[in-house]
């Protein structure tokens, strides 16, 4: 098929269509608003099921209800929306049925703003929901991206029976690009045999997350983290750059991660051996990749748009062997890549140390820009 130049918002709506979304539930909020608008007018031209719902607690609910039949479901919102819906979340974890959450990230905290951003990210990697439960969460850095991550996830969430959510900032979600849409998808499929459809001819089915029974709250979180242990085997997903003599190597996600790759392409100009290693999938963590750079790296940098929500989970893989900087910019504020240039410069000429709190300096370095 061609390439369209295609909106992000948009396209994600398409790409969910043709995956065989068959219900969608939202509420409008900026800067997600357009894939909201394209569901409204292409899932009831296609015979589907679109609600409009009174709030982020309805949609997530109505979300809830319909996954249980089985049926192919899915909601988008943007950070202060996805906050209310922490607690639907969590009992369509605890029920086991699969849906599709898309995220286009807004700064904050609080109202914030309508600008992009990546402060979601403890709130989905490290799970804003109560209780022991995992997400697939997966970070587009282009319109492409998204459009394949959206699909994905609604095969990853049909395979394991769990949350998927694409994170994709509000520049993925506003900027267009050329990009491919697949093929549609026939909805003629199999209902699994756990959905409800009405006990005709068989047993009923019950689906909850009510577990009264300590013993099998406990064997229901089990099953979750044993399920959640084959997906960290099978769906760790990530792109390398320049990583084969990198000396400094930059680890960032979404936007931040292709702003950085531009630095690194500067950066090798000037002399300095600089690699770029991109997670697609934030949970499960391409753990392993960062460790296997550890002794060839002389330090790395994590650049996000937040205060380092990721980083922590970086120093986590990398125990303090070797040095790793951050920068960071935040409230909807978007990095250059001279930005990003200018850090890898400060580390290929100066100490580093691996003891200190990465953003001690980085704050330092940030204010003197406002003075």
Known sequence: MAKELLEGNRAMAEAAIRAGVEAYFGYPITPQTELLEWMSARMPELGRAFVQAESEVAAINMVYGAACTGARTMTSSSSPGVSLMMEGLSYIAGTEVPMVLVDVVRGGPGLGNIAPSQADYNQLVHGGGHGDFFPIVTAPASVQEAIDLTVLSFDLAEKYR????????????????????????????????????????????????????VAQEEITNIRLLERWQQIQANEVRYKEYFLEDAEFVVVGFGTSGRIALSAVRAARAEGIRAGLLRPITLHPFPEAQIEALLPQASALLVVEMNTGQMLDDVRRVTGGRIPVEFYGRLGGVVPFPDEILGELRRMAHEPLSTHTDPRLGWIKRLKSLYN
């Open 162 to 213: 769990t949350i998927a959510i694409v994170m994709a900032d509000g520049n993925v979600g506003q900027m267009m690009e050329p990009a491919e849409l697949p093929p549609m998808r026939s909805l003629d499929r199999p209902r699994p045999d756990w959905a409800v459809s009405g006990a005709v001819g068989r047993e009923r089915r019950i689906l909850s997350s009510i577990y009264l029974n």
